[in-house]
């Protein structure tokens, strides 16, 4: 595997046998109380990633603690990512987890650094912060206080209720920095939930979430992603998913259609062929040539989702975030290039690091480094 740490050698019952063979881990483990699942503890060079100057996103810097997601979406866009590490994009991006275990230490020596300026830092652009591997190694809590104590924005995206646990570490650090967050959930039918987002928390769970939030006085946009045309674009679906978010009282919302990118796309449609060999034609047309959907179903959806919008008051939400019936559908997946943002997932539209749209960054300083993702280890 392309891991160049230093391994460790540690006594220790949970450990796999021969896995200390493989260079750079410092031991995996699998525990009983997440079965299926195998940890990859590694060190990490860097915690915080450079966002390219050229980049659209509204953030410079992204923070990933973990590699691979239990959430085990079939359609997510992260799935390629895995090859890297010479996994595969299905099961193994599922279940083989990779885990920044000095992740807390490395980010508050990045953020100490005379050169930070304090930039907007994302989470949850690549794989979910609140997965289950966050459950053992509880990073987050350090996550957030790093940053805040650093006065540094950031916002986290999540399908994790795990994050219940830190909302008062959360409250505490917006009274210190501009914190968004960011909730994601599309998919309402319980047999449709169980097959593709086996290991997503129920969307009543998420709603839930979402008005703990808002109720905790904190902000929570909501990305009603991804949209599956012929699946759950129906009008029905689309209506009662906006009426229960806007009643959970999310700050804003961004209506997304699925996209596929390669990666993705071989076990979607892998999914597809068997549950439903009905829709197989229409996404053959609909994904033919990109790995987002033409203009002419992205108008369509715009047409049905903006009175929808109108009725549940979604259109009038702070900052204009939620998709009005003016604005276009957003195009893409948290992460990115094709995306809108709904209120309340950005820290704020003004602070330095959080670009507007198409506005070129300037160039990093020189700390810290931009070290290619969190892929590079010692």
């Known amino acids: 595997m392309r891991w160049e740490a230093q391994r460790l050698d540690v006594e220790d019952s949970s450990t796999?046998?021969?896995?200390?063979?493989i260079r750079g881990l410092l031991r995996s483990v699998q525990v009983p109380e997440f079965p299926g699942l195998t940890f990859h503890e590694v060190r990490s060079r860097s915690?915080?990633?450079?966002?390219?100057?050229e980049s659209a996103m509204p953030f410079p810097w992204t923070i990933n603690p973990f590699r691979g997601c239990s959430h085990a979406c079939v359609y997510?866009?992260?799935?390629?990512?895995?090859?890297?590490?010479?996994?595969?994009?299905?099961?193994?991006?599922?279940?083989?987890?990779?885990?920044?275990?000095?992740?807390?230490?490395v980010l508050r020596r990045e953020l100490a650094r005379p050169s930070w300026r304090r930039e907007h830092v994302a989470l949850g652009t690549n794989t979910d912060p609140y997965q289950r591997a966050e459950g053992r190694y509880r990073l987050m809590p350090?996550?957030?206080?790093a940053l805040a104590d650093s006065d540094t924005p950031f916002s986290i995206l999540t399908k994790g209720t795990l994050l219940r646990r830190d909302i008062p570490l959360l409250a505490e650090a917006a009274t210190k920095v501009p914190v968004g967050l960011g909730v994601s959930m599309a998919i309402w039918d319980d047999a449709l939930h169980h097959a593709l987002e086996p290991g997503?928390?129920?969307?009543?769970?998420?709603?839930?979430?979402?008005?703990?939030?808002?109720?905790?006085?904190?902000?929570?946009?909501?990305?009603?992603?991804?949209?599956?045309?012929g699946l759950t674009d129906g009008t029905a679906e689309l209506d009662a998913a906006l009426g229960a978010i806007a009643a959970a009282g999310a700050t804003g919302v961004t209506v997304i259609p699925l996209h596929l990118r390669p990666g993705a796309r071989e076990w979607f449609m892998a999914?597809?062929?068997?549950?439903?060999?009905?829709?197989?034609?229409?996404?053959?047309?609909?994904?033919?040539?990109?790995a987002y959907v033409p203009a002419e179903y992205r108008t369509w959806l715009q047409q049905r989702v903006a009175p929808l919008l109108r009725r549940h008051g979604l259109d009038r939400q702070s900052g204009g975030s939620a998709r009005g019936a003016?604005?276009?559908?957003a195009t893409g997946v948290p992460g990115d290039e094709e995306v809108g943002f709904p209120a309340g997932s950005l820290p704020t539209g003004g602070m330095p690091g959080v670009r507007p749209k198409g506005e070129v960054a300037p160039a990093p300083g020189p700390a810290p480094a931009a070290v290619p993702e969190q892929l590079a280890l010692l």
């Open 200 to 229: 997503v928390p129920a969307p009543r769970a998420r709603l839930d979430l979402v008005k703990a939030l808002t109720d905790a006085g904190l902000p929570c946009g909501v990305f009603l992603a991804p949209v599956l045309p």
């Open 142 to 145: 350090g996550v957030i206080g």
């Open 16 to 21: 796999l046998p021969g896995m200390p063979s």
């Open 76 to 105: 997510c866009f992260s799935r390629r990512t895995h090859e890297w590490l010479e996994f595969d994009s299905g099961r193994d991006f599922d279940s083989q987890i990779v885990v920044k275990t000095n992740l807390v230490d």
């Open 271 to 290: 999914w597809l062929v068997e549950a439903h060999p009905e829709l197989v034609a229409r996404y053959q047309q609909l994904y033919a040539r990109r």
């Open 326 to 329: 003016s604005d276009p559908v």
């Open 47 to 53: 915690a915080l990633n450079h966002v390219p100057g």
